[in-house]
């Protein structure tokens, strides 16, 4: 192996020459502060050792790694994608065939998983978009959980940051002006019971008459996508969007057999010929939270309705909501209690 660094002697120090080292890659020079050659050898032996070593140990690791998993030097990354694409099911795991395809992971595609360096990765992420961000990431941490990687190829606080898009929510007017034009009745209705329940669209979809307990006047179902269940009484106008579903089966017979993306597309399409833009069937969600949030609405009966175990993300849905807060005087004088007259002289009575 080539060694890193060299010395020589050269020029005059305290009134002698002195051996100086450089480094053969950089060619950065710095004076030893000896005149000895067998010092200056033994300093140079110290600078070279740890990068014979380093080869060396990054050798012998990759000798046991073969041992303990045959295909560990010649697995890509192709395959790690393939592999994570075998244990997904449903829309996931188009989500990923989709993202597998991508151009931005052609640069790696065929890299061998135990040779990739933070560059490699750092040139998939140059200019990227937050998809290609967040699969690299899950691609990555597989590898990571797989053992395939001997060590993050990127430090996780090193990862740039994923930046999402502002999302917003429907207002009542737009909602309006779509279910007014909406001809088709099944779409129509579909869009109300979105506004009502603020489910994900596909939750909607595959909503069933089995789904609707109309003794207790509840809509009970599991989200799909979070595995939590999702509850909310009904009445009013709920209760008539409801009537006009059928009495038994799925709720949308033809929504429900449509791909995500069909749907997404004919709302857009929508909005486009009403000139509403920013924003896409999921919004609906965002509208739902915003208007619990402006009426008060307890938060845990919200996290409930909207299917979800996390305050935080209750929170990001309704973030942009118009909250009125009362001033504190306000508050604590609606909750003092109240002193009532009609008692006894000189003894009052507390009433909540």
């Given at each position: 192996?080539?060694n890193?660094?060299?010395?020589y002697?050269?020029?005059?120090?305290?009134g002698?020459?002195?051996?100086?080292?450089?480094?053969?890659q950089?060619?950065?020079?710095?004076?030893l502060q000896t005149?000895?050659k067998a010092?200056?050898?033994g300093?140079?032996?110290?600078?070279?050792?740890?990068h014979?070593?380093?080869g060396?140990?990054?050798?012998?690791?990759?000798?046991h790694?073969?041992v303990?998993?045959?295909?560990?030097l010649t697995?890509?990354?192709?395959?790690?994608?393939?592999?994570?694409?075998?244990?997904?099911t449903g829309?996931?795991?188009?989500?990923w065939?989709?993202?597998?395809?991508?151009?931005?992971?052609?640069?790696?595609?065929?890299?061998?998983?135990?040779?990739?360096?933070a560059?490699?990765?750092?040139?998939?992420?140059?200019?990227?978009?937050v998809?290609?961000n967040t699969?690299?990431?899950?691609l990555h941490?597989y590898a990571?959980?797989m053992?395939?990687?001997l060590a993050?190829?990127i430090?996780?606080?090193?990862?740039?940051?994923?930046?999402?898009?502002?999302?917003?929510?429907?207002?009542?007017?737009?909602h309006?002006?779509?279910?007014?034009?909406?001809?088709?009745?099944e779409?129509?209705t579909?869009?109300?019971?979105?506004?009502w329940?603020?489910?994900?669209?596909s939750?909607?979809?595959?909503?069933?008459?089995?789904?609707?307990d109309?003794t207790?006047r509840t809509?009970?179902?599991?989200?799909?996508?979070?595995r939590?269940?999702?509850?909310m009484?009904?009445?009013?106008?709920?209760?008539?969007v409801?009537?006009?579903?059928p009495?038994?089966?799925?709720?949308?017979?033809?929504?429900?057999?449509v791909?995500?993306?069909?749907?997404?597309?004919?709302?857009?399409?929508r909005?486009?010929?009403l000139?509403?833009?920013g924003?896409?069937?999921?919004?609906y969600?965002?509208?739902?939270a915003?208007?619990?949030?402006?009426?008060?609405f307890?938060?845990r009966?919200?996290?409930?309705?909207?299917?979800?175990g996390s305050?935080?993300v209750?929170r990001?849905?309704a973030?942009h909501?118009?909250?009125?807060?009362?001033?504190?005087?306000?508050?604590e004088?609606?909750?003092?209690p109240?002193?009532?007259?009609?008692?006894?002289e000189?003894?009052?009575?507390?009433?909540?």
């Amino acid at each position: 192996m080539k060694n890193r660094y060299r010395i020589y002697i050269r020029g005059k120090h305290s009134g002698g020459k002195v051996w100086w080292i450089q480094d053969n890659q950089t060619n950065q020079r710095r004076s030893l502060q000896t005149k000895d050659k067998a010092e200056a050898k033994g300093l140079l032996d110290e600078e070279n050792k740890p990068h014979h070593f380093a080869g060396y140990h990054a050798q012998i690791a990759r000798v046991h790694l073969q041992v303990s998993d045959p295909k560990a030097l010649t697995r890509t990354w192709q395959e790690v994608m393939d592999s994570i694409i075998r244990k997904k099911t449903g829309s996931t795991k188009d989500r990923w065939e989709r993202a597998a395809k991508s151009k931005s992971f052609d640069t790696i595609r065929n890299l061998k998983v135990s040779n990739t360096k933070a560059d490699d990765f750092e040139r998939v992420l140059d200019g990227c978009n937050v998809s290609t961000n967040t699969y690299l990431r899950r691609l990555h941490n597989y590898a990571l959980d797989m053992s395939w990687l001997l060590a993050p190829v990127i430090a996780k606080r090193a990862w740039p940051k994923v930046k999402y898009g502002d999302q917003r929510a429907i207002t009542l007017e737009e909602h309006q002006q779509i279910v007014k034009c909406e001809k088709n009745l099944e779409r129509r209705t579909y869009y109300e019971l979105c506004w009502w329940v603020g489910g994900s669209q596909s939750d909607t979809a595959n909503l069933k008459a089995e789904n609707i307990d109309w003794t207790n006047r509840t809509i009970c179902f599991d989200r799909k996508k979070t595995r939590q269940n999702s509850k909310m009484s009904f009445d009013g106008q709920l209760e008539q969007v409801l009537r006009s579903l059928p009495d038994s089966g799925n709720l949308f017979p033809y929504l429900s057999t449509v791909r995500e993306s069909d749907r997404a597309t004919e709302f857009k399409q929508r909005c486009t010929g009403l000139g509403i833009t920013g924003v896409t069937l999921h919004s609906y969600r965002y509208s739902w939270a915003e208007r619990a949030r402006s009426a008060g609405f307890p938060e845990r009966h919200a996290q409930t309705a909207l299917g979800h175990g996390s305050k935080a993300v209750a929170r990001a849905y309704a973030k942009h909501a118009e909250v009125n807060v009362p001033s504190l005087e306000a508050w604590e004088n609606r909750m003092k209690p109240t002193v009532a007259s009609d008692g006894p002289e000189g003894v009052s009575s507390l009433s909540a």
